[in-house]
């Protein structure tokens, strides 16, 4: 098995005084040129921690000049030399650094820090900012830095371990390698919480605050806590990122009272199940002098606020953590799910010829459920289970109230002995099904990357929480690799196991379900090694079954699949899963609601046939609704091969890397509320007809806001692979041809070529044909080369497109009815949302359904999301 998480870090790159040289055999940060020293606090502040990093530390950061002794999170290289503080963070990965003895509410945190190479981190590399932290929570003001040195700042509330985005502005500067930037981040108050962020190239001056909101939600932060940094290099990144720190800084009221600063002017955000109650503002810049670390502010505030989510990439939760959110599932352990009579107990300490009561517990849940009457229920008491169930009738399988259930699908591995420069243990008798699709036995490369060649061998290796990956012999095997031998039943690992613990997948699946309504909830799977055909690591097979408030994660390819009518998929957390986080078909009725899929596709399959968040096919009267789809390796939404009548409703489907939401060879669909921001495409719609795209956010986009786009295939062709075998074929209800699309009431950010972008490119259909609406949006102009074209028009010859880069335009060529606004180029979604709200008038009023799909009135106008 290879992915991103399983990539051995490269050594550190580069020379001179821009790379980071090893001292005592470990990597620190060479010398660079400081910023002066901080001046006085303001009135009524107090400096409370500084650092420039004058001394040497071979390990970690040792103690700051003022604020106590740094501690080092991740298991990552850190260093100190000669006036910066260095971290190499590889692919998908993320390391902290804090500093414990600062313990604040009020506070103002900054940095100056700089990024060796900012190509090794094209998919991103975030810099952070962290108060008011505790654990796993915290507050975040965030500096990304993507492809080309683009600028995004961004707010993130985090909440046990996982990162809920509250806003985010594209900035007009780039970064380049080794240059400084500077990053700020205020938290003040409690009820509501006051956030300020504000971003900056070292040597400019200071601007306002690019972000600045409040959080009055319930979950908002309001006690004390440390302070740090946190970095991660987005999966996908073509090596580790060196960032140095120059500079550290922070600042907390004294005894007297704290700056007294207006909260923005807000209007009353909808909540819903992905965003924050916290409005968010775009603060124009003002011109400051800059030194160091910006001094807390004292400035009025009197910039527009807006309602923006985004997306930001979280550190990957621990094995014993859930979402603690409205999407997502509940931590595990924190079920509490009532118990009822008759129910047959589960514990590791119980015994499979006991009687299953709570006092005399069986010890296995496949003898529980072998128990268990028809409509029964299985309660799992605390610990992990090393188990392949199969469910075969109606049972309910849930965790006792308040106890931590794991279903573990490795086993710790010992016997360890070295042999030349690698370890080795026998009698490892595991193997697995290495087939590359759904079709058992198969070798063919359809599926695979050629540069990731073993993504589908199911074996699994961790040495404590770090991934290994996979090569094919024992000679290849380096630090950080492992090789299974079949053959022989022994394991070769690259990386000396020390006094660590060593696991290994030796199961191949969680749940196997083939009996109707059965109902899973309240519990975790994880470290399953299961093989393409096998469908997922949880596999509801029948009708009418319910996964709820599980976490899904670190399996070898599919987290969940779902087949059979009316199923639903409720608070569900799938993280990490090897191909794809979840996958369906045939599952007409299905439902997948308030759920977090995150971070899949880790061993990197090819974008297509499949691979990413979530993909279905085949399915009818589909529901996506309240999820947080993001940070996928692929698509983040897809529905292919005839779905009919697709709701996707409500959704965050930010920083995937194809697409946010797509929709392909299918027909009748609502795309409305949903963020879908920093993807490749972010609504793509291919052969597709009948789709009503309506009150969504998008922007920051490598290539189109929404595309629209044919290929040869049509429905009419019987013997092409995508047929609903439920349905006639041909089934005239789906042709596979794009026609009636509507586009009204979206906000559209810069970002890529086009805004919206239609052209058939395979078989002649010109967007005229297509029978496009386009009113009651936002775009942004398009004024000179660079800026992002705002409608590109497609003829009927596969190449043509007309671009359309003002709203008159457009109307005066295609429709003189439709009435759309534009602002200057340059606008993200966040830059663009005061003036969503100033124009709001040119809104279409919402059609019925759609209305009571997002819970508004008919004929309710508004620009954006509700």
């Known amino acids: 098995m290879t992915s991103g998480r399983h990539r051995i870090r490269r050594r550190f790159a580069g020379a001179g005084a821009a790379a980071l040289v090893a001292v005592a055999g470990v990597v620190v940060a060479t010398a660079v040129a400081l910023p002066p020293a901080a001046g006085a606090a303001p009135g009524g502040w107090t400096q409370v921690a500084a650092d420039d990093f004058n001394r040497t530390v071979a390990s970690g950061w040792g103690k700051a000049e003022k604020g106590g002794s740094y501690r080092t999170y991740g298991g990552l290289r850190t260093g100190v030399i000669s006036g910066a503080g260095g971290i190499q963070v590889g692919p998908g990965t993320s390391g902290e650094v804090r500093l414990p003895s600062v313990n604040e509410s009020d506070v103002l945190v900054g940095a100056v820090f700089s990024i060796d190479d900012i190509t090794t981190g094209a998919f ?103 302070i740090g940094l946190w970095t991660y290099v987005s999966g996908g990144s073509a090596g580790s990122a060196i960032v140095r720190t120059d500079r550290f800084e922070a600042y907390a009221p004294s005894d007297d009272p704290a700056p007294t600063t207006a909260a923005p002017t807000t209007a009353t955000p909808r909540t819903t199940a992905t965003t924050s109650n916290a409005p968010t503002t775009t603060s124009k810049p003002t011109t400051t002098t800059s030194s160091t670390t910006s001094k807390p502010t004292t400035t009025t505030s009197t910039t527009t606020t807006s309602t923006t989510t985004t997306s930001t990439p979280a550190p990957a939760p621990s094995p014993g953590t859930g979402s603690s959110g409205a999407a997502g599932s509940l931590a595990v352990g924190a079920a509490n799910y009532p118990v009822p009579s008759g129910a047959v107990f ?110 589908a061998w199911p074996d699994q290796v961790w040495i404590g929480s770090k991934a290994l990956r996979q090569v094919s012999s024992a000679s290849a095997v380096v630090a950080g690799t492992f090789y299974v031998d079949y053959n022989s039943d022994t394991l070769r690992i690259g990386s000396d196991p020390g006094g660590q613990e060593v696991r290994s997948s030796n199961k191949h699946q969680a749940f196997y379900v083939t009996g109707d309504d059965v109902t899973l909830q309240g519990f975790g799977v994880r470290r399953y090694a299961t093989p393409i055909p096998d469908s997922g690591a949880v596999r509801m097979g029948k009708a009418g079954g319910t996964v709820r408030n599980l976490v899904i994660s670190d399996n070898a390819t599919i987290g969940l699949s779902v087949r059979g009518d009316d199923q639903t998929v409720q608070n569900v957390t799938v993280v990490r899963n090897g191909m794809l986080g979840i996958g369906g078909n045939a599952a007409y009725g299905l439902r997948i609601t308030d759920s977090i899929v995150q971070d899949n596709n880790l061993e990197e399959f090819k974008p297509a046939p499949v691979s990413g968040g979530i993909k279905i096919t085949r399915s009818r009267d589909v529901s996506f609704i309240g999820n947080d789809v993001s940070r996928n390796l692929s698509a983040g939404i897809w529905c292919d091969e005839s779905c009919y009548d697709i709701t996707v409703v409500d959704n965050i489907a930010n920083d995937n890397s194809t697409t946010g939401i797509q929709l392909e060879i299918s027909e009748l669909a609502v795309v409305a509320n949903n963020q879908t921001i920093g993807n490749n495409i972010g609504i793509q719609i291919i052969n597709t007809g009948g789709v009503r795209i309506f009150n969504n956010e998008i922007g920051d986009s490598t290539q189109f806001g929404i595309k629209l786009a044919h290929d040869q295939r049509r429905n009419a062709n019987t013997s092409l692979a995508g047929h609903d075998p439920q349905r006639p074929n041909p089934d005239p209800t789906v042709p596979w041809i794009i026609k ?65 880069n003002a709203p008159d335009e457009l109307a005066d060529a295609k429709n003189s009815s439709w009435k759309n606004v534009g602002v200057d180029p340059g606008h993200s979604v966040a830059d663009a949302m005061p003036s969503a709200s100033k124009s709001g008038s040119v809104a279409v009023g919402l059609p019925s359904d759609i209305a009571a799909l997002l819970g508004q009135p008919a004929g309710a106008r508004k620009l954006g999301r509700f």
């Open 740 to 804: 009636n699309i509507t586009v009204s009431n979206n906000v559209f950010g810069t970002g890529g070529l086009y805004q919206f972008y239609a052209l058939d490119g395979k078989s002649n259909v010109s967007a005229d044909a297509m029978k496009i609406t386009i009113t009651g949006n936002l775009f942004n102009e398009w004024h000179a080369k660079g800026d992002t074209k705002m409608v590109g028009w497609g003829g009927g010859d596969n190449v043509t497109v007309t671009n359309y």
């Open 346 to 455: 589960v514990s590791t300490k119980g015994s499979d010829s006991a009687a299953g009561t709570e006092s005399a517990p069986l010890r296995t849940v496949t003898a529980a459920v072998d128990k268990v009457r028809t409509g029964g229920t299985v309660v799992v008491r605390g610990g992990t289970y090393n188990e392949s169930v199969t469910i075969d009738r109606t049972v309910t399988v849930q965790a006792y109230p308040k106890e931590a259930v794991w279903f573990d699908g490795s086993l710790p591995v010992t016997g360890w002995s070295k042999s030349g420069s690698s370890w080795v243990s026998s009698g490892w008798t595991a193997q697995f099904d290495r087939s590359t699709s759904y079709t058992r036995g198969d070798r063919s490369d359809r599926f695979l990357d050629p540069d990731h060649p073993l993504a």
């Open 124 to 226: 991103g590399v975030h810099q952070v900012v962290q108060a008011r932290t505790t654990d796993k929570s915290a507050y975040r003001g965030r500096l990304k830095v993507s492809a080309g040195g683009v600028l995004t700042v961004g707010l993130s509330r985090m909440v046990a371990g996982t990162d809920l985005g509250l806003a985010s502005v594209r900035l007009p500067d780039r970064l380049t390698s080794g240059a400084k930037a500077r990053l700020e981040l205020q938290v003040t108050g409690t009820d509501p919480v006051r956030l300020q962020v504000r971003a900056w190239l070292d040597g400019d001056s200071a601007p306002g605050w690019q972000i600045d909101t409040t959080d009055s939600s319930s979950a908002r932060l309001t006690g004390l806590g440390t």
